[in-house]
């Protein structure tokens, strides 16, 4: 069925078209170096706390310096979401209740994906139970590597019962691990099909992470998709995203590809810890260690 959709869409382009259009945004983005684009990528990010020395004290703590962050700078809009561990969700919904912050959950066998589908459903169930305004979870890479697509996808679909229809699912393809434009156009046009409200680079947790290479062929793959269904799906870059710099590089590559409609944290995440300080530091024209 899902291989059948495939068939419908444009190959991806090579390595050597990608390649040239991200020397071209990279030209286009230097003039988004600018304090309104830094405010508007700190205003997408979902502030994450993904660490085995995650605690109920750490992420309290990190939940409700996010919180205090509305009357501290009152003129930089703030994250979108905190993003922990499905047994931290409660915890970040007590710390942040009362501001419009979401609570995401990275879930389903995050981060391998390597475990029972049942056990990836019931963890998905309870951190929706829990208080997951968001989800995140990560496509079967070796499905994806062996060519298995039905099966990859329909996994997918399966985990996004688990959601309720309020839930917005994020789909984490791990580009760093596709490697080819080919294979991540397929995994990010197959994780639209089967009920993704966003496509989104990486964990974070292998060696190759978010890419502007990557971020262009999932870019070209949702707008080729809006195109064909009219529905528009969120892209998410995460992973390795530290500089103020390399914020306004996905920033631009959102607007010249997918446009200013995309422009909005309701269709453009950036997954990060390391680069709220950059922005606000950016912001501020000092350095700034506020988390």
């Not at 990608?18 to 979902?46: G, L, M, P």
């Not at 099966?151 to 760093?176: N, W």
């Not at 290479?213 to 995203?241: L, N, P, S």
């Amino acid at each position: 069925m899902y291989i059948n959709q495939l068939n419908e869409y444009a190959p991806a382009w090579s390595v050597e078209q990608v390649d040239n259009e991200v020397a071209r945004i990279k030209e286009a983005a230097k003039k988004n170096c600018t304090t309104e684009v830094y405010k508007f990528c700190y205003s997408t990010i979902d502030l994450t706390t993904l660490s085995c020395n995650d605690s109920v004290g750490s992420v309290t703590a990190f939940a409700a310096k996010a919180a205090e962050f509305y009357q501290k700078y009152p003129h930089i809009p703030n994250v979108a979401s905190i993003c922990v561990y499905p047994s931290f969700v409660e915890t970040v919904g007590l710390a942040v209740d009362g501001t419009p912050m979401r609570i995401t959950s990275v879930a389903g066998g995050f981060p391998a994906s390597q475990t029972f589908l049942e056990v990836k459903a019931l963890e998905i169930a309870m951190a929706v139970e829990n208080g997951a305004d968001e989800i995140d979870i990560v496509m079967n890479v070796g499905h994806m590597l062996s060519g298995e697509y039905n099966e990859a996808a329909s996994e997918v679909e399966m985990l996004r019962e688990e959601c309720t229809e309020d839930v917005v699912l994020k789909v984490i393809i791990e580009s760093g691990a596709l490697k080819t434009p080919e294979l991540i156009r397929k995994a990010s046009l197959l994780s639209m099909f089967a009920g993704a409200d966003f496509v989104k680079t990486s964990t974070g947790k292998i060696d190759v992470a978010a890419t502007p290479e990557a971020a262009v062929v999932m870019c070209q793959a949702i707008r080729d998709y809006y195109e064909k269904t009219g529905k528009k799906i969120g892209f998410k870059a995460a992973g390795g995203v530290r500089t103020a710099e390399d914020a306004a590089l996905y920033y631009t590559i959102v607007e010249e590809i997918l446009g200013a409609e995309w422009l909005t944290p309701e269709l453009f995440r950036i997954g990060a810890s390391s680069v709220a300080n950059n922005l606000i530091s950016a912001i501020e024209g000092t350095t700034v260690k506020y988390f």
